[in-house]
């Protein structure tokens, strides 16, 4: 574990992998893997409302996760941002194929909770 706080700072990998466990925000992530797609769209796949939505695509923005380009007649499209967060996703899509049974059953109380800022 050492090494890999050597390469990068955990706290702030605690907060991606946060962002990523919003079932919203791992759905828009899921929506945007074939590409870009305006809001409406993305409102549609994600089965939430307009402004639910929106919310959490502007969180995915300011972190980083996607970007935004206006379309025509006030349209929005969005994209990830990033070739490595589909990385990332592909990868969890593969580890869950492996281990999402156990996953799916843990109760461990600790899968419940919120992170906290000094949980070390």
């Known amino acids: 574990m050492?090494?890999?706080r050597d390469r990068i700072d955990v706290d702030v990998a605690a907060r991606l992998f946060h962002g990523l466990s919003?079932?919203?925000?791992?759905s828009i992530l899921a929506a945007l893997m074939d590409g870009e797609r305006r809001v409406t769209d993305?409102?549609?796949?994600?089965?939430?409302?307009?402004?639910?939505?929106?919310?959490?695509?502007?969180?995915?923005?300011?972190?980083?996760?996607?970007?935004?380009?206006?379309?025509?007649?006030?349209?929005?499209?969005y994209s990830i941002s990033r070739?490595?967060?589909?990385e990332l996703l592909?990868?969890?899509?593969r580890l869950l194929g492996e281990a999402g049974h156990r996953v799916r059953l843990c109760e461990n109380p600790y899968m419940d909770q919120p992170p906290q800022a000094d949980d070390r």
């Not at 919003?22 to 791992?26: I, K, P, V, W």
């Not at 969180?59 to 935004?68: A, F, P, S, T």
């Open 2 to 4: 050492d090494a890999i």
């Open 22 to 26: 919003d079932r919203t925000r791992l």
């Open 42 to 77: 993305i409102v549609a796949a994600v089965g939430s409302s307009q402004s639910n939505v929106s919310n959490h695509l502007a969180c995915l923005r300011e972190c980083g996760l996607v970007v935004d380009r206006p379309g025509d007649r006030r349209q929005v499209f």
């Open 83 to 86: 070739p490595e967060v589909r």
């Open 90 to 93: 592909f990868a969890a899509e």
